[in-house]
């Protein structure tokens, strides 16, 4: 009866652990992005922060788009990708940015070379 037990045990471990095994190859990342619908942005604020989740949370509400805090150049200077795309819907994103002159001092596309990878 041990022994019953046991494998009845060793079979119901061996069901879980295979619930609990990843489903799909592992080199699928986590996160899918498509960058290519964002544009980044540079910001200057008001208000020198290094918050950078309040800062995309206060951008997002301004612009009326997602939001992504990228890096920052100084404590008043920061990279943002706004999750508009491009065109009419991007423009209009930056103009909502630019309106919010208590928050944001200066608002410009980012449009500094950036390294590609091969």
């Known amino acids: 009866m041990n022994v019953f037990i046991a494998t009845?045990?060793?079979a119901s471990f061996?069901?879980?652990?295979?619930?609990?095994?990843?489903?799909?190859?592992?080199?699928?990342?986590?996160?899918?992005r498509d960058v290519s619908a964002e544009?980044?942005?540079l910001v200057k604020l008001v208000r020198p922060s290094s918050d950078g989740a309040a800062i995309a949370l206060?951008?997002?509400?301004?612009?009326?788009v997602p939001v992504r805090y990228l890096s920052a150049t100084s404590a008043e200077w920061h990279v943002l990708a706004l999750g508009c795309g491009s065109g009419p819907a991007c423009d209009a994103a930056l103009q909502r940015l630019r309106a919010d002159a208590a928050t944001f001092a200066a608002v410009e596309?980012?449009?500094?070379?950036r390294?590609?990878?091969p």
């Open 14 to 32: 061996a069901g879980v652990a295979a619930c609990a095994a990843p489903v799909g190859p592992r080199d699928v990342p986590v996160e899918t």
């Open 39 to 41: 544009t980044r942005v």
């Open 109 to 113: 596309r980012d449009e500094r070379r």
């Open 58 to 64: 206060q951008a997002s509400g301004a612009a009326s």
């Open 115 to 117: 390294p590609t990878t």
């Open 8 to 10: 009845l045990g060793l």
